[in-house]
């Protein structure tokens, strides 16, 4: 079905792209309810979707192997030079790689609908929102982008005949010879799977993998790298970061953005119900934020998406009740277990486990089998309205105005519960230097300590070098009227390898201090490395903790920093004479206090 609205930049695009890639029909989305239905019955007839019995108008998809997380290695940002893309993203020269791509393309559509979606990341008709439009031949990412972002008529209205938008090519890369039959999860193997950009002309291509960031366009590729790019060249900011809302108990609200690496955290941060009484939490957002400097110069920010691409494994009535509650329809689940009854399952639910089961992989599964079910990066994809703390604001095109930024990572040991910055270049330090233990999130090893600074390292589409003096120039723009930052880390452990934090409601705790800081409320003990709290600083009202954790999570251990200095120094190195002199000087502050200072 041809949209009534057109646009020529679009048009020649779709014309140009059907004759490289030869599907055999194009579909152009309208984003209703009657297109996902009918997709959805199509992929059920086709053995790809398992409807689910217990959960009205919910999915299961299995994927292939060798296509469960993003795939770093295979992602790429094409700059004119290198040095533009930075020593820490894969780069190949633009021409190169559009050859490549090319060649790869050609005919990669063969015997399947080509679906063109015209989307919006972030309200449609909101300042900081961006139009995109996926081509794609996988009905599950056109099922997903439904979900995840405002779709289809609307958008091509708003784009209007001469709106501008951002192409996003992507294709499974599994053309289908004349008879031959489908696979229930069509990809490429890794070595032909590119997940390509070209931020010069803001471009997005992507061949051989339909798993999560590499497929959905609009996610990692579109309002991250690509967006980071145009953030740094006109002024604003793109960050991995989810968005929330905390009232006091005086009824003061606190808009907070928390960046951690994925699988880290941010989902469960974004929607917390507070086990401190009085307090309340309201989600806008829990992967991605998009800020700019409003009217009144404080920050503002939006959620682009309007789904939840959330970690399944570890999600629980305890850990994350309010996610529990937005999966209880109109889902898409991916690579959970499926029990005998028609529902899903995976690692970490509460309750007993299925006694039989079939796990991601089809096959049958029982408890005490040594696999798990569910795969560690199993995911649902809901509407982000669905939640039940969604915030009335949430779709606000001004955005909310920010107060607190959080930075974190995964780390067992060295790094304290919560630490304030200085000032806001401390705080620029804090989130360069950031760490985490890698998780199935990303095809790889899990559990590898790396530096993730402001958990963009696999998102930022230019030079980190010139992404952290843009944090810098951000900083100036904002004055006193910056958010205050600090650092956390949920996720200490014991020498027996137990938590010494309970994590999830319970964080927060820490961010009522936080806030309390801000009023100049809450105590603190100055430290080489931040502000930390003191004895009594934390509220800990009936929490059954151990002295001696709490002692170990407030720790500043000295010894463990030094041997931080000089891994950080390393990691600064990497960037040369790029890196900015006001990061250099943290560095030296740091080494400084770590030799002389209490
Ligand atoms: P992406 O969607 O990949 O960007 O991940 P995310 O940052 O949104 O992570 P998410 O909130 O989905 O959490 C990932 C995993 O960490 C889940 O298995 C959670 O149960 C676990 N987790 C989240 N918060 C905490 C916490 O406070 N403590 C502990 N111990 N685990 C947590
Ligand atoms: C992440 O890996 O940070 C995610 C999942 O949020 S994906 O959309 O696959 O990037
Ligand atoms: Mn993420």
Not at 430 to 448: N, P, R, Y
Request: glycine content about 10%.
């Amino acid at each position: 079905m041809k949209i009534f609205v057109t646009n020529e930049k679009l048009d020649n695009w779709v014309r140009e792209v059907a004759a490289l890639c030869g599907p055999d029909a194009i579909h152009w989305c309208d984003g209703s309810k009657q297109e996902y239905d009918r997709l959805m019955a199509q992929m059920v007839e086709s053995g790809a979707a398992t409807p689910l019995r217990r959960r009205p108008n919910s999915f299961l998809f299995r994927s292939d192997p060798s296509d469960v997380a993003r795939t770093e290695e295979r992602t790429f940002i094409a700059t004119p030079s290198k040095e533009e893309a930075g020593p820490t993203n894969n780069w190949i020269a633009p021409d190169e790689l559009k050859r490549t791509m090319t060649g790869l393309s050609r005919g990669c559509m063969a015997g399947r609908t080509l679906y063109v979606i015209p989307f919006s990341m972030g309200p449609i008709g909101s300042p900081i929102a961006k139009i995109g439009v996926q081509i794609t031949d996988s009905p599950y990412v056109v099922c997903n982008m439904h979900i995840m972002t405002r779709m289809g008529t609307r958008v091509m209205e708003a784009l209007g005949p001469h709106g501008d938008f951002i192409p996003c090519l992507h294709s499974v890369g599994a053309p289908l010879a004349k008879g031959q039959k489908d696979l229930s999860w069509p990809c490429a193997p890794m070595e032909k799977k590119y997940v390509s950009h070209f931020p010069q002309e803001n471009l997005i291509w992507s061949y051989g993998s339909g798993y999560g960031g590499n497929a959905l366009l609009g996610k990692k590729c579109l309002a991250l790298r690509i967006a980071s790019a145009m953030a740094r060249r006109e002024g604003w900011m793109a960050e991995h970061m989810l968005i929330t809302r905390l009232t006091s108990p005086a009824g003061r609200r606190y808009h907070i953005a928390a960046a951690f690496p994925s699988a880290c955290g941010k989902t469960n941060l974004a929607m917390l119900l507070p086990t401190i009484p009085g307090w309340k939490t309201e989600c806008i957002g829990e992967d991605i934020a998009w800020m700019k400097i409003g009217p009144d110069g404080r920050l503002r920010a939006i959620n682009p998406e309007s789904g939840f691409f959330g970690v399944a494994p570890g999600t629980s009535h305890k850990s994350n009740p309010m996610a529990m509650e937005s999966v209880k329809q109109n889902v898409i689940f991916t690579n959970c277990a499926l029990t005998d009854d028609g529902d899903i399952w995976w690692e970490g639910m509460e309750g007993a486990p299925p006694a039989h089961a079939i796990d991601w992989l089809g096959r049958d599964w029982s408890p005490g089998r040594k696999e798990p079910a569910a795969h560690p990066n199993a995911r649902f994809t809901t509407p982000a309205a669905q939640c039940p703390v969604i915030c009335g604001d949430w779709e606000k095109p001004e955005g909310v105005p920010i107060d607190i930024f959080i930075f974190g990572g995964r780390r067992s040991s060295v790094v304290p519960l919560v630490t304030e910055a200085f000032d806001w270049d401390h705080g620029v330090f804090l989130g360069a230097t950031a760490a985490s233990e890698t998780t199935a999130a990303v095809i790889g090893k899990v559990g590898v300590l790396r530096r993730d600074p402001f958990a963009m390292t696999p998102f930022c589409g230019y030079n980190m070098a010139d992404y952290f003096s843009h944090w810098f120039d951000m900083g100036d723009k904002l004055g006193g009227k910056a958010p205050r930052i600090f650092y956390v880390n949920w996720f200490r452990k014991s020498p027996e390898g137990k938590w010494l934090w309970p994590g999830f409601g319970e964080n927060s705790r820490v961010l009522k201090w936080m806030c309390e800081r801000l009023e100049g409320r809450a105590g603190a003990k100055k430290t080489p490395i931040g502000y930390l709290p003191g004895e009594g600083d934390l509220d800990l009202t009936g929490l059954d903790l151990p002295a001696e954790n709490i002692c170990e999570l407030l720790k500043f251990d000295r010894e463990a920093w030094k041997a931080e200095v000089p891994d950080i120094e390393r990691f600064f190195g990497q960037f040369g004479d790029r890196l900015p002199e006001r990061l250099k000087r943290q560095q030296r502050g740091l080494a400084e206090r770590l030799e002389k200072d209490v």
